[in-house]
Structures are given as structure tokens and as C-alpha cells.
């Protein structure tokens, strides 16, 4: 019984042996290293990706970088030449790595660098590298309502599209920026807005007298900011402003069906329609004079169909 643990355990001590001279990296074999896998760049400025050979004993590996984006890839340094996408906008630099002058949002995307060394006995490895590129907001779009009602809800919007990361959001009333959350702070505590800081909505339950005034939307991420310009929203005691509306929609409609029973009765609405129906024969007759004589017979044949 305890020959066979003793036997056991000789063998599991082998096996662990064996399994980690496997793993010891032999100086033979290229190996690639790299400072990080997720690099971040601002927008037109220089960034370079690392890819640091750690051990090669081939004298001229050949080094080529390719760039994925939605899964296909595509050559940016082959030949050593840079290529593609990047071609006089980066350069090698020693060993491997790559510094692009000026990124563009164009050149988020992973990059695959891949080192080939004949001589070694490991003769291929790569490293992966994502780069993505911050992109400043633009100036966001903001939909603040003219006039609202005190008591009912309402909702500005700000929208912003080009920023990446996708920005967040912040309002300002009459120049003072509006808590996250009104409950904790005493200026704003009986007020019954709330705002998405991604989505970008400023949402009132319930508008008050003092809500009125002028807001703007600030959408700001890593890279900047930038904000629309202040737009002013009115705030009524009753509904002045509905009232006004349904009144003059009403009195339109009115004046509309009032002129249009008028007409009718002095021209007749339906006599005009039979009197226009020859009419719809004659462009078809102009054509047939254009296209000769010939087939004249036949062509009217034809348009009989057509119309
Ligand atoms: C980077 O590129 C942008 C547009 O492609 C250009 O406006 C800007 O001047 C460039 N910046 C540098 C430092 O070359
Ligand atoms: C909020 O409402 C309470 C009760 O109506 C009032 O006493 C208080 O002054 C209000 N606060 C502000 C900042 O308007």
C-alpha cells in the first residue's frame, strides 16, 4: 500500500516537472511583449503601440502589423513599408513599435503585431493591442420648450453624436449648473426635475413658477466638453398658451369649412372634376405625334393601356 502512494506521488512529481520544463521560455524563441493591450489617444494627437521583442536570436525577423477592425484585417506595416490605412501617417520605430503622428477617430481598432524569426527555433509570435481614440463632443443639440404650463411635466433634450466615449450630460439654469439629484440640496429641494446624465433628458414631474429661465446642456468626456447656447423656457400660471391655440386652431377650421361651403356654393364642387377628364388624354396624344407616322395606329392602340 504505501509502495503504491510512494509510486503515486514519484510519478505526479515527475509529471510536474516535465509539464514546467515545458513552460521555462527558451532562448531560442522569439517572445513579444508589449507596455499595454488597451491604449487610449486623444484625437490628432500621437500615439505609439509597443511591441518590444523580449528574446530573438535571429538577426533580421520579419515584422509586419495588421490592423482589425470589425473583425477584418488589413496591413498597415508589410514589406517594411507602413501601408493601408496609416501609409505617411506613422513610422517603425526600433524594435517593433509603431507611433502613428496623428490618430483619427478612423484608427480605433485593434492592431495585431506579428514577428517572424527564421533562425529561432519558436520563429513566430504576436501580440494584440487595442487602440481606441477619444473623440471631443461638438456642440450638442438641445430642445428646450418655449412655454409650459406650472403643474404639468415636461422634458428638454440634448443629444450629442460625435463624442467618443459617448459624453455625459449636464444643465445649467440661468448659468448655474442644476444638481444631480435636487433632494440633496437646498436650493433645489422643491424642485421636481431629474436628470439622466447619459441619455441626456432633464425631466420635470411637476413645473414651477420658478423653473422659468434659460438652460443649456453641457456634454462633456474624456477628451472635452462643448454646450449648446442658452434657450429660454417660459412658465405660464393657466393654460394661456393652449387656450390661445385651440382658440385660433378653431377659428381657422371654421373661416376654411365657412370659404369652402361658399365656393361650392357659387361654382359647384364636383361639375369642375367632368370637365377636366378629356384633358388627361392629350399628353399621350403629343407623344404619338412625336414618335412619326408609322405606327400611329398602333401606338394609340397602346396607350389606350397605358392610361
Ligand atoms: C491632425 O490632423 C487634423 C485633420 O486631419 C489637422 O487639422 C491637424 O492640424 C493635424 N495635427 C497635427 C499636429 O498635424
Ligand atoms: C420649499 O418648500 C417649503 C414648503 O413649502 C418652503 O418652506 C421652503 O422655503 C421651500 N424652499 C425653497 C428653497 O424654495
Not at 517572424?116 to 473623440?135: H, W
Not at 423656457?233 to 369649412?257: P, R
Not at 369642375?272 to 401606338?299: C, I, L, M, R
Amino acid at each position: 500500500m504505501i509502495r503504491c502512494k510512494m509510486a503515486i506521488a514519484r510519478l505526479v512529481a515527475c509529471f510536474i516537472l516535465y509539464s514546467s520544463l515545458g513552460h521555462i521560455p527558451s532562448s531560442l524563441g522569439v517572445i513579444l511583449r508589449t507596455m499595454d493591450k488597451i491604449v487610449w489617444a486623444n484625437e490628432f494627437e500621437p500615439i505609439e503601440l509597443t511591441c518590444l521583442i523580449e528574446s530573438i536570436s535571429t538577426n533580421n525577423p520579419r515584422i509586419e502589423w495588421k490592423k482589425i477592425k470589425h473583425g477584418v484585417p488589413s496591413y498597415v506595416y508589410f514589406q517594411n513599408r507602413i501601408a493601408g490605412d496609416l501609409e505617411h501617417r506613422a513610422q517603425l520605430r526600433e524594435p517593433a513599435n509603431i507611433l502613428i503622428y496623428n490618430t483619427t477617430r478612423s484608427d480605433t481598432a485593434e492592431y495585431r503585431c506579428e514577428v517572424a524569426a527564421i533562425d529561432d527555433q519558436r520563429d513566430f509570435d504576436e501580440i494584440l493591442i487595442s487602440l481606441a481614440v477619444r473623440v471631443k463632443p461638438v456642440v450638442p443639440r438641445c430642445s428646450v420648450p418655449e412655454a409650459v404650463t406650472v403643474g404639468t411635466s415636461t422634458e428638454l433634450r440634448c443629444l450629442e453624436n460625435e463624442g467618443f466615449p459617448a459624453p455625459q450630460y449636464r444643465w445649467f439654469h440661468n448659468s448655474e449648473e442644476l444638481p444631480q439629484d435636487p433632494k440633496n440640496n437646498p436650493k433645489f429641494v422643491n424642485s421636481s426635475y431629474s436628470i439622466n446624465a447619459d441619455t441626456g433628458g432633464l425631466k420635470f414631474r411637476r413645473v414651477r413658477k420658478e423653473d422659468a429661465g434659460e438652460y443649456y446642456c453641457l456634454a462633456k468626456n474624456d477628451a472635452g466638453h462643448a454646450h449648446c447656447s442658452p434657450q429660454n423656457m417660459e412658465v405660464y400660471d393657466v393654460d394661456v398658451l393652449g387656450i390661445t391655440l385651440k382658440s385660433f386652431g378653431a377659428g381657422v377650421i371654421i373661416f376654411c369649412l365657412t370659404a369652402w361651403t361658399y365656393h361650392c356654393f357659387r361654382h359647384g364642387c364636383f361639375h369642375k372634376k367632368s370637365h377636366n377628364e378629356p384633358d388627361y388624354n392629350w399628353p399621350a396624344q403629343t407623344n404619338a405625334v412625336d414618335y412619326g407616322d408609322a405606327d400611329e395606329g398602333h401606338f394609340r392602340h397602346k396607350s389606350s393601356f397605358i392610361i
